[in-house]
């Protein structure tokens, strides 16, 4: 359920009509419900729970949708955060998230983020191969405290879903295997410097099948259960992010009920404490970018654009993973026509959607992108000095911008012209 409905001024968040706030902060935009938000991390803790998970860790996934704003009404709610960058950190403990409630992923962690990371006192830093590991003991003895690590494995699974999300399978980047994992924990604890605190996965994003969730986590239990018995202390199991949500073309993804259901089945009795990460399934259906149509352009032999003011470099899901939006009027219209939804970059690639049957629109009318609110305005950038999208949240009848659009003096005034120029 989500807090996006047709009132009698058009399609509005929670109590704010879209119409108005395009008129008053102009567009793109994105627009997010701060019930919608509430509710989608409130069933997901809930649920896990009733399905006996005793105090979970949700960590939030910054990277899905980072405003501050966005991250403290999840951290008042009780929510940790899953960040992947010092960056990221920073926005957490910006939105008052406890350090204690903190999960530090990533690849390729820079040796000045890990030091401001181990000062933070993060509560976990996820290693991810056995370098990351030898770096992070370093920086931890030179600055003489000790590193809460936990090793994320790659538990070589396919999750389904698009290939650039996909990150379980052996061929991934991300993490070691479980000989490697069982190796470095029994390491990690001869080391002063290191605190081997759990383990960790996160096989993918969009997952709409439970069954590959269940190999992998079955797997993790196995490893949790050998590293208990060859004696050593583990004392988490983060199991990562990834379920999906729908987004009106794909199979109904399933839902956070049925998600903890099975994570309490495979995890039932296993002595430790369960950490997630989700993101999309928080944020994506808690918002929707709004722009307006400039132009419709139909070509002789019928092709008809849209030609919309957003564009790849405000919402890239569509071009980067071919992700399907549902596009909506934002003022009802009867009658159908069927469009190729296209922005202003000078990029092929900067396509929404091709020979989409939509209402009849005109210029001037606005369109929402439905299921925005994560991977949207995150993955934004400023391609063909378009300035970044601002942010806009709602809650009841109120609304606040909560990323104001930078004006061009202020884009222009970050690049700098050498005297020598
Ligand atoms: C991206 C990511 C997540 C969140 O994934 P969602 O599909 O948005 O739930 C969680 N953990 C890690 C390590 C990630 O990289």
Request: glycine share 10%.
């Amino acid at each position: 359920m989500n807090h996006f409905e047709y009132g009698p001024e058009g399609l509005a968040c929670e109590g704010v009509p879209l119409a108005k706030i395009a008129a008053e902060v102009g567009t793109p935009v994105y627009v997010y419900s701060r019930a919608t938000l509430e509710r989608h991390f409130t069933v997901f803790r809930d649920a896990l729970v009733a399905a006996g998970v005793v105090d979970p860790l949700v960590a939030y996934a910054v990277k899905a949708n980072s405003n501050v704003a966005v991250l403290k009404v999840l951290g008042d709610l009780g929510a940790g955060a899953d960040t992947v960058s010092e960056g990221e950190v920073r926005r957490a403990l910006a939105a008052g998230i406890p350090p204690e409630r903190i999960v530090f992923s990533g690849v390729g962690k820079a040796r000045r983020e890990i030091e401001f990371a181990l000062k933070t006192g993060v509560a976990e830093i996820n290693v991810e191969s056995e370098p990351e590991m030898n770096l992070i003991a370093q920086v931890a003895a030179e600055l003489g405290v000790r590193a809460k690590i936990a090793f994320r494995v790659n538990p070589d699974v396919a999750a389904g879903g698009h290939a650039k999300i996909a990150t379980g399978k052996s061929e991934n980047k991300f993490g070691v295997s479980f000989a490697e994992a069982a190796r470095l924990y029994a390491n990690a604890s001869n080391n002063a410097a290191l605190e081997p605190i759990g383990v960790a996965c996160h096989i993918g994003s969009q997952i709409t099948d439970l069954s590959p969730m269940r190999e992998a986590f079955s797997k993790m239990r196995g490893l949790v259960e050998q590293l208990l018995g060859e004696g050593l202390s583990v004392e988490r199991l983060d199991l990562g992010g990834g379920l999906g949500v729908p987004y009106f073309n794909n199979p109904e993804p399933p839902s956070p009920a049925d998600f903890a259901a099975m994570v309490g089945e495979v995890t039932k009795g296993l002595p430790v404490k369960l950490a997630f990460e989700p993101g999309r399934v928080i944020a994506a259906n808690a918002g929707v970018m709004v722009s307006e149509v400039i132009h419709v352009h139909e070509r002789p032999e019928g092709r008809k654009f849209l030609v919309i003011d957003a564009a790849m470099n405000d919402l890239v899901r569509p071009a980067m993973y071919d992700a399907f939006h549902d596009i909506r009027p934002v003022v009802k219209r009867a009658g159908e026509a069927t469009y190729d939804v296209v922005g202003p970059v000078c990029e092929t690639g900067d396509t929404f959607t091709r020979d989409r049957a939509l209402p009849p629109f005109a210029a001037g009318d606005l369109v929402a992108f439905m299921s925005a609110g994560a991977y949207g305005s995150a993955m934004a950038s400023e391609y063909n000095t378009r300035p970044l999208v601002p942010e806009v949240l709602v809650d009841g009848d109120k609304y606040a911008v909560i990323r104001k659009r930078p004006t061009y003096e202020e884009m222009l005034a970050r690049d700098l012209v050498p005297d020598w120029v």
